[in-house]
């Protein structure tokens, strides 16, 4: 089992940056052998997934939306995966979500609360 709790989110101008923080409470397995994604939805439309890191955290996968502007990160002593965005832009405002995997990233497990991320033009 796995809970999740997002932070972070808030009200950008364009162009601004935000971070993200998702910590993990886990129990049986432990954080670091979980796949960490983020995702988000904004309002009107299905949830898209925008990026993932293995649990060593030497790779990880960017939506083409994101790639360039946002990095994921996580640091398994802190049970916490980071998303760092940059050059935010109008179109980024969604609520983000957080989730892990137990299945390399094919499937997800588990899934914070969501943290609203708005970006003003």
């Known amino acids: 089992q796995v809970q999740l709790a997002e932070s972070g989110g808030g009200l950008v101008q364009a162009g601004g940056s935000l971070r993200l923080s998702c910590a993990a409470s886990a129990s049986g397995r432990a954080f670091s052998t979980y796949t960490m994604g983020w995702f988000r939805q904004a309002p009107g439309k299905e949830r898209e997934f925008v990026a993932h890191i293995i649990w060593t955290g030497s790779s990880t996968y960017y939506a083409d939306s994101v790639k360039g502007r946002f990095t994921i990160s996580r640091d398994n002593a802190k049970n916490t995966v980071y998303l760092q965005m940059n050059s935010l832009k109008p179109e980024d405002t969604a609520v983000y979500y957080c989730?892990?995997?137990?299945?390399?990233?094919?499937?997800?497990?588990?899934w914070g609360q969501g943290t609203q991320v708005t970006v003003s033009s």
């Open positions: 989730a892990a995997s137990l299945r390399g990233g094919l499937q997800y497990d588990y």
